[in-house]
T-cell receptor, first 114, second 118 residues
Framework: DGGITQSPKYLFRKEGQNVTLSCEQNLNHDAMYWYRQDPGQGLRLIYYSQIVNDFQKGDIAEGYSVSREKKESFPLTVTSAQKNPTAFYLC?????????????FGPGTRLTVT | AQKVTQAQTEISVVEKEDVTLDCVYETRDTTYYLFWYKQPPSGELVFLIRRNSFDEQNEISGRYSWNFQKSTSSFNFTITASQVVDSAVYFCALSEDASSGSARQLTFGSGTQLTVLP
């Protein structure tokens, strides 16, 4: 089955620690995205990548970093510089071409930092 | 700047009632794309529909229908004969046009929590 996997589903960390969230897709999509969702709010874009070894900052990139070494993988690191890291993180992917195509989402990782 | 407004934070209906979820958007682009997603309690967003700005035809898919009106910058979503399984958060999203081969950013509304009571 094609899809997007994110692991782990729940993640707990102590304040001051960096943590990396995994995102893998086997849909052969060129573009991948990371969003953050806070309670009662919509999704906000952190980073996106439209091709291997290239990525762009979204609206709330401060305190986060990404890499795109393989087409299938787009890990997100939440650094200690992120002031409010506790949130629900969603990874997505899409094809790239003329027009704008729907993004397909993974199941998400709920990060809690104490 | 783009903006999507979903003024209805929460809606509760009784099963079999029809319900309309409102979405109003702002953009300066003449070419843009609108989306609806469903987020059930599990958390994963499920894609429902994509519509580009040149296609104002309404669409029906089973119990779901969408009304796109450029004159009022609205893209409303109606569920007919609602069911308990329709309970979820529904998001409207907007994407601007971009150069071919570029990834597109989605701007999301804040979502509407729909609860369908048995």
């Amino acid at each position: 089955d094609g899809g997007i996997t994110q692991s782990p589903k729940y993640l707990f960390r102590k304040e001051g620690q960096n943590v990396t969230l995994s995102c893998e897709q086997n849909l052969n999509h060129d573009a991948m995205y990371w969003y953050r969702q806070d309670p009662g709010q919509g999704l906000r874009l952190i980073y996106y990548s439209q091709i291997v070894n290239d990525f762009q900052k979204g609206d709330i990139a401060e305190g986060y970093s990404v890499s795109r070494e393989k087409k299938e993988s787009f890990p997100l690191t939440v650094t200690s510089a992120q002031k409010n890291p506790t949130a629900f993180y969603l990874c997505a992917s899409s094809i790239v071409g003329d027009g704008s195509y729907e993004q397909y989402f993974g199941p998400g990782t709920r990060l809690t930092v104490t | 700047a783009q903006k999507v407004t979903q003024a209805q934070t929460e809606i509760s209906v009784v099963e079999k009632e029809d319900v309309t979820l409102d979405c109003v958007y702002e953009t300066r682009d003449t070419t843009y794309y609108l989306f609806w997603y469903k987020q059930p309690p599990s958390g994963e967003l499920v894609f429902l529909i994509r519509r580009n700005s040149f296609d104002e035809q309404n669409e029906i898919s089973g119990r779901y229908s969408w009304n796109f009106q450029k004159s009022t910058s609205s893209f409303n979503f109606t569920i007919t004969a609602s069911q308990v399984v329709d309970s979820a958060v529904y998001f409207c999203a907007l994407s601007e046009d971009a150069s071919s081969g570029s990834a597109r950013q989605l701007t999301f509304g804040s979502g509407t929590q729909l609860t369908v009571l048995p």
